[in-house]
């Protein structure tokens, strides 16, 4: 089965004035096509912070995240939204709908942004 998304030796470390918090050890791993994934583990273990990484939400601090076959760390703000819209598919816990689009509306936005046709 074909590799979607791998970490190799990524981490994430925040900076709050002089602290550093650590929010993801290093961690390798490897989701190929077809897998259903449970990420799981107490508050504060770096589940959000990993779904981040493999969602294109956030790069980094070290290691590399690459998503069907590109490297996030080689992609700017703008490329990363690219490749997040063609590629990511969040569904929240708490809907996330924007305010003013009923519900099929942001069902159509993305589909607009990524210039699939009304027909
Ligand atoms: N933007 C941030 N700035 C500073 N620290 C952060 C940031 N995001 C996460 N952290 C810290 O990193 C650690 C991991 O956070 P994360 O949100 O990934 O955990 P979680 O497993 O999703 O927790 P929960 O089960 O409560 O949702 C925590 O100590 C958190 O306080
Ligand atoms: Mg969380």
Redesign the pocket.
């Known amino acids: 089965m074909r590799v979607v998304a791998e970490l190799a030796g990524a981490n ?1 470390i ?3 004035g002089d602290t550093l ?4 050890d290093k961690t390798d791993l490897t989701i190929k096509t077809g897998e259903l994934l449970l ?1 799981i ?12 990484l493999l969602g294109c939400v956030i790069y980094p601090t070290s290691g590399q995240v690459i998503i069907n076959g590109v490297d996030t760390k080689t992609l700017n703000s703008r490329k990363m939204a690219k490749l997040r819209l063609e590629n990511i598919g969040f569904v929240f816990q708490s809907f996330n709908l924007i305010a003013p689009l009923n519900a099929l509306e942001n069902v159509i936005y993305p589909l607009q942004l990524l210039g699939v046709s009304n027909s």
């Open positions: 994430k925040y900076k709050s918090i650590t929010a993801l990420i583990g107490p508050s504060g273990s770096g589940k959000t912070t990993l779904l981040s």
